[in-house]
């Protein structure tokens, strides 16, 4: 079945730790997204890539880091940088960018103590 | 204030009734899509318009570009439409989605 999958779906870091997020994407989509869910708020994007080995910072981008080495895959580094890691993490996809729909991971939580 | 405001923010209703999520922007649009979000977190996507409406099954969704204003339609509730639904547009300045803080729905048995 074509869809995006993340992994783990819950992690547990210690606080100073840099974790990894995974996503992986079979749809053939040229972008993909990274976005935080805290509650009671809005999505929020932290970086996107528009095509291989291209990414851009979002709205909140201060504490994280990406790769876009191949097409179906979008890993997303939260290091020690970043001061509130503890949230859901989305990733999505779509077949471009302006006037596509995004499909989504089913979101990874993580943990920070 | 943000860009994009959902009303309400929570919505307790029965099964059966007919049910409008309001969604109001503040900035010119490309497009507007609707998502739902399931109690696990997951996020599927239900419409994308940019003008008039769409119809899927038993969800509907408007759009008035000149009011910026836009309403999902659910008849005929059930207790699985509860959710969490999302607003989400695209500015016309660029391709990246701003989203709305969401609409808890609760539809009771």
């Known amino acids: 079945d074509g869809g995006i999958t993340q992994s783990p779906k819950y992690l547990f870091r210690k606080e100073g730790q840099n974790v990894t997020l995974s996503c992986e994407q079979n749809l053939n989509h040229d972008a993909m997204y990274w976005y935080r869910q805290d509650p009671g708020q809005g999505l929020r994007l932290i970086y996107y890539?528009?095509?291989?080995?291209?990414?851009q910072k979002g709205d909140i981008a201060e504490g994280y880091s990406v790769s876009r080495e191949k097409k179906e895959s979008f890993p997303l580094t939260v290091t020690s940088a970043q001061k509130n890691p503890t949230a859901f993490y989305l990733c999505?996809?779509?077949?471009?960018?302006?006037?596509?729909?995004?499909?989504f991971g089913p979101g990874t939580r993580l943990t920070v103590t | 204030k943000n860009e994009v405001e959902q009303s309400p923010q929570n919505l307790t209703a029965q099964e059966g009734e007919f049910i409008t999520i309001n969604c109001s922007y503040s900035v010119g649009i490309s497009a507007l899509h609707w998502l739902q979000q399931h109690p696990g977190g997951g996020i599927v996507s239900l419409f994308m318009l940019s003008s008039g409406k769409k119809k899927h099954g038993r969800l509907i969704a408007t759009i008035n570009i000149q009011e910026k204003h836009s309403s999902l339609h659910i008849t005929a509730s059930h207790p699985r439409d509860s959710a969490v639904y999302i607003c989400?547009?695209?500015?016309?300045?660029?391709?990246?989605?701003?989203f709305g803080e969401g609409t808890q729905l609760t539809v009771n048995p």
């Open positions: 999505a996809s779509s077949a471009g960018t302006g006037g596509f729909e995004q499909y």
């Open positions: 989400a547009v695209e500015k016309t300045s660029g391709s990246r989605l701003t």
């Open positions: 890539s528009q095509i291989v080995n291209d990414f």
